[in-house]
């Protein structure tokens, strides 16, 4: 195969492939941008492969970068563009399921090839267009199949975390896993407990924003990959019922933890206590914690505006999008932003008195007392009993403090 017209990225790329071709060397574009751009996607970051030696690569650039240099990487810097060029090589080892013990470099393009996970990824693309294909990767790219290169338990065996990067293809992809390798995850699925949260995470999350997440989950659920993820050994029967949800397209990190929390049933500070053993980011918790809160809310019908107050516009369209992919949220997605655009605060800052006001202005004593009345007029503005109007909210609190030293 070869293509006719390759992406701007890669035009942008040519001059280093060029340059080490000239200086005798082998270069092609390797990686998920290959697959990418034949499957006509669009393609994030340019990857090199070359027979140069990283020390042969630095020394035909100006400008590089040592970024893996251990494993053969360096980023050759170009007009403002970084590319990972990485040397041809071998690995061997694996005694901790995740990395190499050893990395070899060689020379020849095959031997770098065999070593990667799926056919689908083992594509070389010259920068003439020809496509190197060893092992039918067009072929399952045509008929939709991630296939693991040479033994798939092997390849399992070598990174434990292939097998959620199987599925979170499946998912981003929309493609079947070939029986072979996915009985080979079904009996290694045990060795994802070697992997770092954190990796596992970053796929898991991948997955589930993908097309095709229902499968992607079912598929974890089948090889039992679920079980040997933080929290879900138990619960597959409310993993399945996200598996069946017909409408399913998350957008973002929020949105997968809310729709997780939500059908695993987690009470908040279970959420919170969940989230942190995925390693979770704090400021992703919680936002989760505040969409979960608005999901909740439409459950059981009563979204007030205090609680579209509390929250912001992105926890609002996720807690809003979540509640609807289960079944129960408004027909129109933008309902709850358009009411929260149309509160008469959104802020405690928007409101016409300052606590300086308060103290200045009414005699108030510093103290938390300012931060209490201030939320009282939060709540009756928000009511739509007073206008958020100076002089309303100062005869307000006169109206408040009288009733309280009438009662004391
Ligand atoms: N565990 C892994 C990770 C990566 N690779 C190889 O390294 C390439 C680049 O890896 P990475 O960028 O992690 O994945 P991509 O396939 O490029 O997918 P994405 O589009 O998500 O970057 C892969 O295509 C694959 O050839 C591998 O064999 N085994
Ligand atoms: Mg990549």
Same mark, same amino acid.
């Given at each position: 195969?070869?293509?006719?017209?390759?992406?701007?990225?890669?035009?942008?790329?040519?001059? *280093?492939?060029?340059?080490?071709?000239?200086?005798?060397?082998?270069?092609?574009?390797?990686?998920?941008?290959?697959?990418?751009?034949?499957?006509?996607?669009?393609?994030?970051?340019?990857?090199?492969?070359?027979?140069?030696?990283?020390?042969?690569? =630095?020394?035909?650039?100006?400008?590089?970068?040592?970024?893996?240099?251990?494993?053969?990487?360096?980023?050759?810097?170009?007009?403002?563009?970084?590319?990972?060029?990485?040397?041809?090589?071998?690995?061997?080892?694996?005694?901790?399921?995740?990395?190499?013990?050893?990395?070899?470099?060689?020379?020849?393009?095959?031997?770098?090839?065999?070593?990667?996970?799926?056919?689908?990824?083992?594509?070389?693309?010259?920068?003439?267009?020809?496509?190197?294909?060893?092992?039918?990767?067009?072929?399952?790219?045509?008929? =939709?199949?991630?296939?693991?290169?040479?033994?798939?338990?092997?390849?399992?065996?070598?990174?434990?975390?292939?097998?959620?990067?199987?599925?979170?293809?499946?998912?981003?992809?929309?493609?079947?896993?070939?029986?072979?390798?996915?009985?080979?995850?079904?009996?290694?699925?045990?060795?994802?407990?070697?992997?770092?949260?954190?990796?596992?995470?970053?796929?898991?999350?991948?997955?589930?924003?993908?097309?095709?997440?229902?499968?992607?989950?079912?598929?974890?659920?089948?090889?039992?990959?679920?079980?040997?993820?933080?929290?879900?050994?138990?619960?597959? *029967?409310?993993?399945?019922?996200?598996?069946?949800?017909?409408?399913?397209?998350?957008?973002?990190?929020?949105?997968?933890?809310?729709?997780?929390?939500?059908?695993?049933?987690?009470?908040?500070?279970?959420?919170?206590?969940?989230?942190?053993?995925?390693?979770?980011?704090?400021?992703?918790?919680?936002?989760?914690?505040?969409?979960?809160?608005?999901?909740?809310?439409?459950?059981?019908?009563?979204?007030?505006?205090?609680?579209?107050?509390?929250?912001?516009?992105?926890?609002?369209?996720?807690?809003?999008?979540?509640?609807?992919?289960?079944?129960?949220?408004?027909?129109?997605?933008?309902?709850?932003?358009?009411?929260?655009?149309?509160?008469?605060?959104?802020?405690?800052?928007?409101?016409?008195?300052?606590? =300086?006001?308060? *103290?200045?202005?009414?005699?108030?004593?510093?103290?938390?007392?300012?931060?209490?009345?201030?939320?009282?007029?939060?709540?009756?503005?928000?009511?739509?009993?007073?206008?958020?109007?100076?002089?309303?909210?100062?005869?307000?609190? *006169?109206?408040?403090?009288?009733?309280?030293?009438?009662?004391?």
């Amino acid at each position: 195969m070869r293509l006719a017209q390759l992406p701007e990225e890669f035009k942008n790329a040519q001059p *280093i492939l060029t340059k080490l071709e000239s200086a005798g060397y082998e270069a092609y574009f390797v990686g998920g941008s290959v697959r990418d751009t034949i499957l006509g996607k669009p393609i994030h970051d340019v990857d090199i492969a070359t027979s140069a030696y990283p020390q042969e690569v =630095k020394a035909l650039f100006k400008r590089t970068v040592d970024t893996g240099i251990e494993h053969g990487t360096v980023m050759v810097l170009d007009h403002g563009n970084g590319y990972e060029t990485t040397t041809f090589r071998t690995e061997s080892g694996y005694q901790d399921y995740r990395r190499p013990d050893e990395v070899t470099f060689v020379r020849q393009l095959a031997d770098d090839l065999k070593r990667r996970d799926f056919t689908i990824n083992a594509l070389a693309l010259k920068q003439d267009g020809t496509v190197v294909d060893l092992f039918h990767g067009l072929d399952d790219l045509a008929a =939709k199949i991630i296939r693991a290169v040479g033994d798939p338990e092997a390849r399992f065996g070598e990174d434990a975390l292939r097998m959620m990067r199987a599925v979170r293809f499946a998912s981003q992809l929309n493609f079947t896993i070939e029986p072979q390798t996915q009985k080979a995850i079904k009996d290694h699925a045990p060795l994802l407990s070697k992997i770092a949260v954190e990796r596992i995470h970053e796929e898991f999350v991948k997955m589930m924003i993908g097309p095709a997440a229902q499968r992607g989950l079912s598929l974890m659920i089948q090889t039992k990959l679920a079980d040997y993820c933080p929290g879900f050994i138990g619960h597959t *029967i409310d993993l399945s019922t996200i598996a069946t949800l017909p409408h399913l397209q998350m957008t973002d990190e929020v949105e997968v933890w809310t729709l997780v929390a939500l059908h695993l049933g987690l009470s908040y500070q279970d959420t919170v206590e969940f989230l942190q053993v995925w390693k979770t980011a704090n400021h992703i918790i919680k936002a989760v914690v505040m969409a979960l809160h608005l999901t909740y809310a439409q459950q059981y019908h009563r979204v007030k505006p205090r609680l579209l107050f509390d929250l912001d516009p992105g926890t609002i369209r996720a807690g809003t999008n979540v509640a609807r992919y289960s079944g129960y949220g408004p027909e129109d997605p933008n309902q709850w932003l358009e009411v929260y655009d149309k509160l008469p605060i959104r802020n405690t800052r928007e409101l016409a008195i300052t606590g =300086k006001d308060l *103290i200045q202005g009414l005699g108030m004593t510093p103290g938390p007392a300012i931060g209490q009345t201030l939320d009282q007029l939060v709540d009756t503005v928000l009511a739509g009993e007073v206008k958020n109007d100076h002089a309303a909210l100062v005869a307000q609190v *006169i109206e408040q403090q009288k009733s309280a030293n009438a009662s004391e």
